[in-house]
């Protein structure tokens, strides 16, 4: 499920018999109701999804063409009862699409697909000015020394400058930064450790992670440019998915003993 940016509505996907042929739903939180945004269409839509920051967009995935790939869709709310246009194909690139991030300026949208092996390649997609049919669009692999990065966590920097990715490119998960503007990175994190999941702080000045040594798991939480992250551990387990609060005070996470 995925919230929209006014906080108003719940977008998800949902497979009403079991056959894995996902339609778009959205539940308007105000009323409680329920609308299939995608009635009867033939092919599955991906349950990774991402609401365009304006709220009048959401990227979505699915297998019309035989293979999963990016789309955008229109939503029309002018009626009182919200309305959803075509699906407009925007990547079609590397291997088949499995997630995607829009960036906070709502111009671009960093893509994850399966590549070689068990590997995932991401890609950042333009997705302004509006989409036309004979339009380019500018392309930028995530890249490390020249070559495609194996990574699958990402999330973008407040500003939407700086995408932080987790890759094995050293042999061990590292977390690093890549700049849009001149397509370098810089690392967050070294070591003997694996580090993974990275989260931005709603101010941009910290990073937060999942550091690992073992079966043993770590809340990271760490400056960019410094050498050193503070740990905090409930106890001994596994913990996931660390997510800043809006005020950037408290980290909610998933902890698994």
């Known amino acids: 499920p995925c919230y929209s940016p006014d906080g108003r509505c719940l977008l998800y996907a949902l497979d009403l018999d079991g056959g894995e042929v996902f339609d778009l739903w959205l539940c308007d939180l105000h009323s409680g109701r329920h609308t299939n945004l995608t009635p009867g269409t033939p092919f599955s839509f991906y349950f ?45 690139g590397s291997g088949p699409h499995i997630d995607l991030r829009w960036s906070p300026a ?4 960093a893509v994850i697909s399966e590549a070689g092996g068990q590997d995932h390649a991401v ?13 380019s669009r500018s392309v930028i692999p995530l890249s490390v020394d020249g070559r495609l990065a194996n990574c699958m966590s990402i999330c973008w920097s407040p ?28 690392w967050l994190t070294s070591g003997e450790a694996d580090c993974d999941q990275p989260e931005w702080s709603p101010d941009g000045n910290r990073l937060a992670y999942v550091l690992s040594r073992g079966p043993e798991t770590w809340l990271a939480v760490q400056q960019p ?11 001994p387990g596994v913990h996931f998915f660390p997510r800043f609060t809006p005020d950037g005070e408290q980290i909610l996470f998933i902890f698994d003993s």
Do not use: C
């Open 48 to 92: 990774n999804l991402d609401w365009s920051p304006d709220g009048r967009q959401i990227a979505v995935i699915h297998d019309e063409k035989g293979r999963y790939n990016t789309y955008l869709v229109d939503l029309d709310f002018t009626e009182g009862v919200v309305k959803a246009g075509q699906p407009r194909l925007v990547f079609n």
């Open 225 to 235: 440019g410094s050498q050193d992250p503070e740990l905090f551990q409930v106890e």
């Open 123 to 135: 890609h950042i997609i333009s997705v302004r000015p509006a989409f036309q049919p004979d339009q």
């Open 159 to 186: 500003e939407g400058d700086r995408l932080a990715f987790s890759t094995d490119r050293t042999g061990r998960y590292r977390i690093g930064l890549f700049d849009l503007q001149d397509q370098g990175t810089t």
């Open 106 to 109: 709502g111009d671009r949208l």
